[in-house]
């Protein structure tokens, strides 16, 4: 019910994967034309579909649904990080729908491989846009031309009412609070942890300056005494009673609350100094071998009532009609919870960095880790 | 001459083998520990040595010396454990000292990880042992001991424990009971017989042990993943990241190629140390 235990689960298939990448295909490289990207897909069935995801992250009763409706058979392959997402890829798996964060989709698009997805294809797109302009033109992919918007989420703190009050301050601080010393944990995700401190101290959420990212490392290094650990599955640390306070995404505090005895106790909060906000995203490979299935898929899921039985299953809020409405539902006993326009508007989002960069954002996580 | 070529016939299977699996990734590997990656984070072959002078970067050095530490209390624990556990078998396990060997590899039938994730469930603070040492009345609110540097070497110490009781098993087993007798009829005290005769003669068993328990436990990442805190990163924990998230495979491969030289010299150390023994026909 959660994207995050797979994260930790898959850690050692990950890395037994990678080699075998490694062996198996050596350093084959895809590079696909733009004309190859661009082409157009009719939605219609052309075959079996083969679905790439974080598992547990769609309701399997839609998948089910989805086979019975077509007469086609979904293959279910997982991913535990974008970073495995695309390692898979590059070994040259072929894929028919996955679903990268905006960030990777900004990388992916911009190598041609995602494949153009026409909208006048999707009889419930307007569900979309109907419900924001926002992904009319999302910076990481122009006029959403590769894109359909899966899910969106906040990165905030969840904590202990019944350990540490009803309120906070509000502020990313309230990730050093001593008297929940030994009982906090960060997210073991680099940029989710640079990127917290980095608006705790008042830098961009993206900063890349040597020297704002040195006083980052210290500030997440002083925090380390106070620290449980940096957890990849804060559903299990959060609901076993472990944390009293989490660094946490909103739709994993759903997941916790539906299943703790006492969810009033699970408050969330996001915070003053800056708010990331990310999406996840439907999208066509340049390779797959049978995008016009991957399209009815797309569309099934954007149905009003589909995208709302979906927000019941993995807890995160799709930005459209009707997931958007049964979402509100979920959130109404605690609306921090909830992702509105103007968040992702106005949200900081984590951008897809150069290379150089972001080896220098890899080497700051690493000596905190290391220290 | 012609019969030597014809029982070199059965060394190809095993050649191909060690070629496919074990030459070839190697050489992968060390080829991309001198590479760099391109912007979508592949790894390039390149001839780029700076991935070796920063696997000597002074940040890493706590991480190694981390790692070596908690291998060498894993490796005591396995010892102190695991002998007594040997000897009894060996010594005292009667007709049943197959079924006795046998449920000592048993868990490893079972994958590493899942193990792990057993222990995680049965350390967490409303787990099992805690809940037994609150119905004991030991402990009022438990013991937080997942997170901790203890739990991370407890993690190893179980994961590689047959290593341990193995070889000593058989040293043991290999080992004439007469030779204890006469310690004791040279009025040796248990004790005495058992440092002065048993230790001595199992020695080899031992030092095997030590070096199956060590070598793996210095590289692991599982237990410090699944039951360390922030202040339990192992060289295993900081490869797995260079290949997983920072996508650092060339840096990675530095990493791994490095310590596996490393590895090497204490196995190069254990080598000539049992090929001594075997020469002065000490078993």
Same mark, same amino acid.
């Given at each position: 019910m959660?994207?995050?235990?797979?994260?930790?689960?898959?850690?050692?298939?990950?890395?037994?994967?990678?080699?075998?990448?490694?062996?198996?295909?050596?350093? /084959?490289?895809?590079?696909?034309?733009?004309?190859?990207?661009?082409?157009?897909?009719?939605?219609?069935?052309?075959?079996?579909?083969?679905?790439?995801?974080?598992?547990?992250?769609?309701?399997?009763?839609?998948?089910?649904?989805?086979?019975?409706?077509?007469?086609?058979?979904?293959?279910?392959?997982n991913f535990?990080? #974008?970073?495995?997402?695309? $390692?898979?890829?590059?070994?040259?798996n072929?894929?028919?729908?996955? %679903?990268?964060t905006a960030?990777?989709?900004?990388?992916? &698009?911009?190598?041609?491989?995602?494949?153009?997805?026409?909208?006048?294809?999707?009889?419930?797109?307007?569900?979309?846009?109907?419900?924001?302009?926002?992904?009319?033109?999302?910076?990481?992919?122009?006029?959403?031309? &590769?894109?359909?918007?899966?899910?969106?989420?906040?990165?905030?703190i969840?904590?202990?009412?019944?350990?540490?009050?009803?309120?906070?301050?509000?502020?990313?601080?309230?990730?050093? /609070?001593?008297?929940?010393?030994?009982?906090?944990?960060?997210?073991?995700?680099?940029?989710?942890?640079?990127?917290?401190?980095?608006?705790?101290?008042?830098?961009?959420?993206?900063?890349?300056?040597?020297?704002?990212?040195?006083?980052t490392?210290?500030?997440?290094? +002083?925090?380390?005494?106070?620290?449980?650990?940096?957890?990849?599955?804060?559903i299990?640390?959060?609901?076993?009673?472990?944390?009293? *306070?989490?660094? #946490?995404?909103?739709?994993?505090?759903?997941?916790?609350?539906?299943?703790?005895?006492?969810?009033?106790?699970?408050?969330?909060?996001?915070?003053?100094?800056?708010?990331?906000?990310?999406?996840?995203?439907?999208?066509?490979?340049?390779?797959?071998?049978?995008?016009?299935?991957?399209?009815?898929?797309?569309?099934?899921?954007?149905?009003?009532?589909h995208?709302?039985?979906?927000?019941?299953?993995?807890?995160?809020?799709?930005?459209?009609?009707?997931?958007?409405?049964?979402?509100?539902?979920?959130?109404?006993?605690?609306?921090?919870? /909830?992702?509105?326009?103007?968040?992702?508007?106005?949200?900081?989002?984590?951008?897809?960095l150069?290379?150089?960069?972001?080896?220098?954002?890899?080497?700051?996580?690493?000596a905190?880790?290391?220290? | 001459?012609?019969?030597?070529?014809?029982?070199? *016939?059965?060394l190809?299977?095993?050649?191909?083998?060690?070629?496919?699996?074990? $030459?070839?990734?190697?050489?992968i590997?060390?080829?991309?520990?001198?590479?760099?990656?391109?912007?979508?984070?592949?790894?390039?072959? $390149?001839?780029?040595?700076?991935?070796?002078?920063?696997?000597?970067d002074?940040?890493?050095?706590?991480?190694?010396?981390?790692?070596?530490?908690y291998?060498?209390?894993?490796?005591?624990?396995?010892?102190?454990?695991?002998?007594?556990?040997?000897?009894?078998?060996?010594r &005292?396990?009667?007709?049943?000292?197959?079924?006795?060997?046998?449920?000592v590899?048993?868990?490893? %039938?079972?994958?590493?990880l899942?193990?792990?994730?057993?222990?995680?469930?049965?350390?967490?603070?409303?787990?099992?042992?805690n809940?037994?040492?609150?119905?004991? +009345?030991?402990?009022?609110?438990?013991?937080?001991?997942?997170?901790?540097?203890?739990?991370v070497?407890?993690?190893?110490?179980?994961g590689?424990?047959?290593?341990?009781i193995?070889?000593?098993?058989?040293?043991?087993?290999?080992?004439?009971?007469?030779?204890?007798?006469?310690?004791?009829?040279?009025?040796?005290?248990?004790?005495?017989?058992? %440092?002065?005769?048993?230790?001595?003669?199992?020695?080899?068993?031992?030092?095997?042990?030590?070096?199956?328990?060590?070598?793996?436990?210095?590289?692991?990442?599982?237990?410090?993943q699944?039951?360390?805190?922030?202040?339990?990163?192992m060289?295993?924990?900081?490869?797995?990241?260079?290949? &997983?998230?920072?996508?650092?495979?060339? %840096?990675?491969?530095?990493?791994?190629v490095?310590?596996?030289?490393?590895?090497?010299?204490? #196995?190069?150390?254990?080598?000539?140390?049992?090929?001594?023994?075997?020469?002065?026909?000490?078993?």
């Amino acid at each position: 019910m959660n994207r995050f235990t797979r994260r930790d689960a898959l850690r050692g298939a990950a890395l037994g994967a990678a080699a075998l990448g490694l062996s198996g295909c050596g350093m /084959n490289r895809f590079n696909p034309s733009e004309a190859e990207a661009e082409r157009p897909i009719s939605a219609k069935v052309d075959g079996d579909l083969y679905y790439f995801n974080y598992s547990e992250y769609m309701d399997p009763g839609l998948i089910k649904g989805f086979e019975k409706r077509y007469g086609v058979r979904v293959i279910e392959s997982n991913f535990d990080s #974008m970073q495995g997402m695309l $390692a898979k890829l590059n070994a040259g798996n072929r894929y028919d729908v996955i %679903f990268p964060t905006a960030e990777w989709v900004d990388k992916l &698009h911009k190598g041609n491989r995602l494949r153009r997805i026409d909208h006048s294809q999707l009889r419930n797109y307007q569900q979309v846009t109907s419900f924001t302009d926002y992904f009319n033109d999302p910076w990481y992919d122009p006029e959403s031309a &590769h894109t359909v918007p899966y899910a969106v989420y906040t990165t905030g703190i969840c904590w202990r009412a019944d350990k540490l009050g009803d309120k906070l301050t509000g502020s990313w601080r309230d990730l050093w /609070n001593e008297e929940a010393k030994g009982k906090i944990y960060v997210l073991d995700d680099f940029q989710e942890a640079l990127g917290m401190a980095n608006l705790l101290n008042g830098f961009d959420l993206n900063t890349t300056d040597e020297a704002e990212l040195e006083k980052t490392k210290q500030t997440l290094i +002083g925090q380390k005494p106070l620290l449980r650990g940096y957890s990849a599955d804060t559903i299990t640390t959060m609901s076993s009673g472990n944390a009293w *306070i989490e660094h #946490m995404w909103n739709g994993d505090v759903v997941n916790v609350r539906n299943q703790v005895d006492s969810p009033e106790n699970y408050r969330y909060e996001t915070c003053n100094e800056g708010i990331p906000v990310g999406s996840d995203t439907f999208a066509i490979p340049t390779n797959a071998r049978h995008p016009g299935t991957a399209m009815l898929f797309i569309d099934w899921l954007l149905d009003p009532e589909h995208a709302a039985m979906n927000i019941e299953y993995c807890g995160y809020p799709m930005p459209n009609d009707g997931g958007y409405e049964a979402f509100a539902g979920l959130a109404k006993d605690e609306p921090s919870i /909830n992702v509105t326009v103007e968040q992702l508007r106005e949200g900081d989002q984590f951008r897809s960095l150069p290379r150089d960069d972001l080896t220098l954002w890899n080497e700051t996580w690493t000596a905190v880790k290391a220290a | 001459m012609r019969e030597g070529r014809y029982w070199s *016939i059965f060394l190809i299977p095993g050649g191909i083998w060690l070629a496919l699996f074990f $030459a070839v990734p190697l050489g992968i590997t060390i080829a991309i520990s001198f590479g760099i990656t391109d912007d979508l984070g592949n790894p390039v072959y $390149a001839w780029n040595p700076e991935n070796y002078s920063r696997v000597f970067d002074p940040v890493f050095l706590p991480v190694l010396i981390r790692s070596v530490g908690y291998a060498l209390v894993a490796t005591a624990v396995c010892l102190v454990i695991g002998y007594p556990v040997a000897y009894t078998v060996a010594r &005292h396990g009667g007709r049943f000292r197959h079924l006795l060997i046998l449920a000592v590899v048993l868990p490893f %039938f079972v994958n590493y990880l899942v193990r792990t994730y057993a222990w995680v469930t049965l350390l967490a603070d409303d787990g099992l042992i805690n809940g037994l040492l609150g119905t004991m +009345g030991i402990t009022e609110s438990g013991v937080a001991w997942l997170n901790t540097p203890f739990a991370v070497v407890g993690g190893l110490a179980y994961g590689y424990m047959a290593f341990m009781i193995l070889p000593v098993y058989a040293a043991l087993d290999r080992m004439d009971p007469s030779l204890i007798e006469a310690g004791k009829d040279l009025y040796g005290s248990p004790a005495a017989t058992f %440092f002065n005769v048993t230790l001595p003669t199992t020695f080899q068993g031992v030092l095997a042990g030590c070096v199956l328990v060590f070598l793996p436990a210095v590289g692991d990442f599982v237990s410090a993943q699944l039951l360390g805190g922030p202040g339990t990163y192992m060289v295993g924990n900081l490869i797995q990241q260079q290949f &997983h998230d920072a996508q650092n495979w060339p %840096f990675g491969a530095a990493l791994t190629v490095v310590m596996m030289a490393f590895l090497l010299i204490w #196995m190069v150390f254990y080598l000539r140390s049992a090929a001594r023994a075997a020469d002065e026909g000490v078993a």
